[in-house]
Antibody
Framework: QLQLQESGSGLVKPSQTLSLTCAVSGGSISSGGYSWSWIRQPPGKGLEWIGYIYHSGSTYYNPSLKSRVTISVDRSKNQFSLKLSSVTAADTAVYYC????????????????WGQGTLVTVSS | SYVLTQPPSVSVAPGQTARITCGGNNIGSKSVHWYQQKPGQAPVLVVYDDSDRPSGIPERFSGSNSGNTATLTISRVEAGDEADYYCQVWDSSSDQEVFGGGTKLTVL
């Protein structure tokens, strides 16, 4: 059974870069037909898609975050990562990683499973 | 960008049927996915591709999608179904995944 586990700094200063890693176990991140995704949820609010990376290496990002986001994969460690630059208090949220199941050729995804989430607070 | 509209809350008595809607312009032409999120937990996929259920999800959960409204239906509601529910679609015009604002299901 595939499992995902987020890790990274829980406190980031304004204007700095948020960095998180998602370790994948129970399956290979190199398997085709999937995307590797980041989704966040500000405290008490709804879900916001950040972006994902496909098996091919192609990336898709939320247009509202695109200028600040980088998602990458480390196949040797079976993990993928999120970097979000120039953070502000508005980036405070629980960050989830998730596997996306990709439907071709329409190229849409649903997300299953999800990691447990990690709270990142932006504060000086 | 594409907007998905959900009612903030839905209340239902145990044993009754809960219907949670997700509104969007011509949403019937898209594939809709639904997630359940209990307090302090990560979301869990309960319906994908409008009406399919992942393994392990009870048959009480079903979905439909037509016109401008997609609906998640929960039959014979149990206390354990109390949670927030989110719909999600892919918006091809802006190349982004979009979530609805979420609906809190309260079991009376």
């Amino acid at each position: 059974q595939l499992q995902l586990q987020e890790s990274g700094s829980g406190l980031v200063k304004p204007s700095q870069t948020l960095s998180l890693t998602c370790a994948v176990s129970g399956g290979s991140i190199s398997s085709g037909g999937y995307s590797w995704s980041w989704i966040r949820q500000p405290p008490g609010k709804g879900l916001e898609w950040i972006g994902y990376i496909y098996h091919s290496g192609s990336t898709y990002y939320n247009p509202s975050l695109k200028s600040r986001v980088t998602i990458s994969v480390d196949r040797s460690k079976n993990q993928f990562s999120l970097k979000l630059s120039s953070v502000t208090a508005a980036d405070t949220a629980v960050y989830y990683c998730a596997r996306g199941i990709v439907v071709v050729p329409a190229a849409y995804n649903w997300f299953d499973p999800w990691g447990q989430g990690t709270l990142v607070t932006v504060s000086s | 960008s594409y907007v998905l509209t959900q009612p903030p809350s839905v209340s239902v008595a145990p044993g009754q049927t809960a219907r949670i809607t997700c509104g969007g312009n011509n949403i019937g032409s898209k594939s809709v996915h639904w997630y359940q999120q209990k307090p302090g937990q990560a979301p869990v996929l309960v319906v994908y591709d409008d009406s399919d259920r992942p393994s392990g999800i009870p048959e009480r959960f079903s979905g439909s999608n037509s016109g401008n409204t997609a609906t998640l239906t929960i039959s014979r509601v149990e206390a354990g179904d109390e949670a927030d529910y989110y719909c999600q679609v892919w918006d091809s015009s802006s190349d982004q995944e979009v979530f609805g604002g979420g609906t809190k299901l309260t079991v009376l």
